[in-house]
């Protein structure tokens, strides 16, 4: 049995339209003509992808398929991309073509419709700024240079040499697709000759190689805002990998990378930071100096305070990154324990052993 078209793109029956696109994405630039240049089995397997992703990305077409299982027979392109036309039936043409055309869209009425690639979107691309905790709080701008596939400079896209330019396809005069009698009935298939285009490029550009693609080094300038955290993503629209056939280009996807700090630990838009503190303060109570990123603060630890204790010192903590204020910074009281003490301090702390009982 053929494969169905939801098999075409390696995808469930009841896959999201979402899957359905990305899976599509990827198959399209794995067996895409540009990149696998006098391979056939790879063209082939292109128009089939093709050629699936057509019905499935339309609710209508991919209903009507759902429903009746297999469009081959009724009109509509199968995975090998086939489309009937009706052209050579008069008035019953026009109402078989009506019908089937609504099964996937490969009926047609005299040959009209068009084999043309769709425009294709660029691939998202994603690469990392590394930042010291210093500037992850108080925001920069980063320099990022990334490899990209992009128009090529020299033909500005078209493939052709400059000074030409594609010119219309001779095998399907510019239709795209190319017919061929079966009796009552003519099937079609998009042209060897110019893969579908309608046009084909006699000069190629002798940089791309009539791609009209070219790899290049660009680097971009990213402004980081105050408060990122390590592994925030800023999306750069429009940054990434070349469209195909018109379509527009991807993103650029930059992962902050924030080195950890020798005082802090963040959590969330708090910052821990450990005070040491003496027993007798944490006994009796007293005052310590606390470092903040905006400086050192004078923070009261209460009397009889616990080791491990937390208190707030608010709104000296990392930005928000929605712009609503700053978080806080979490004081946790370290109390330490002298290592050696003098005599006089020792007959202290056995007369406040003796008065603990």
């Known amino acids: 049995m053929p494969e169905s078209l939801y098999d075409t793109l390696g995808v469930k029956k009841g896959a999201s339209a979402d899957e359905i696109k990305k899976a599509y994405r990827k198959l399209a630039r794995q067996y895409h003509p540009d990149t ?15 050629t699936a992703y057509d019905v499935l990305s339309d609710d209508e077409k991919r209903k009507a398929y759902d429903r009746f299982g297999s469009t081959n027979g009724r009109g509509a392109p199968g995975p090998g991309g086939v489309n009937v036309d009706f052209g050579d039936l008069g008035d019953l043409g026009d109402i078989l073509g ?42 920069a701008e980063a320099k990022v240079p990334v490899e990209l596939t992009v128009a090529c400079s020299q033909c ?17 005069h510019g239709r795209g697709v190319v017919s061929e009698s079966q009796g009552l009935f003519a099937l079609s298939q998009p042209c060897p000759r110019c893969r579908g285009n309608g046009t084909v490029i ?25 408060g990122v955290k390590d592994g925030t993503k800023i999306r750069l629209k429009g940054k990434g990998e070349a469209g195909q056939n018109g379509g527009p280009n991807g993103d650029l996807i930059v992962v902050t990378r ?3 700090s020798p005082i802090y630990e963040r959590r969330g838009d708090d ?36 080791d491990g204790k937390l208190l707030r010192i608010k709104g000296r903590g990392a930005p928000r990154l929605n712009g609503s204020g700053q978080g806080d910074v979490l004081a946790r009281v370290r109390i330490q324990v002298p290592k050696r003490v003098n005599k006089k301090e020792r007959e202290l702390l056995e007369e406040l052993g003796k008065a603990a009982g």
């Open 36 to 50: 696998n240049q006098g391979d056939k089995a790879a063209e082939e397997r292109f128009k089939q992808v093709q």
């Open 202 to 226: 006699e000069q190629p550009c002798s940089k791309c190689h009539g791609s009209g693609r070219e790899r290049r080094r660009r680097t971009f300038t990213v402004k980081i805002k105050p």
């Open 258 to 260: 924030v080195e950890p």
């Open 271 to 306: 910052l821990i930071v450990q005070v040491p503190v003496s027993f007798p303060t944490a006994t009796l109570g007293g005052k310590v100096d606390v470092a903040t990123p905006e400086g050192s603060v004078s923070l009261r630890i209460p009397a009889g305070s616990e």
């Open 156 to 172: 500005g896209g078209t493939g052709a040499e400059p000074g030409t330019a594609p010119v219309i396809c001779p095998e399907c």
């Open 98 to 139: 009506g019908i089937f055309g609504n099964f996937g869209g490969g009926a047609t009425r005299g040959g009209g419709r068009r084999g043309r690639p769709q425009p294709l979107r660029g691939s998202d691309v994603e690469t990392e700024v590394r930042l010291s905790f210093e500037d992850s709080l108080r925001g």
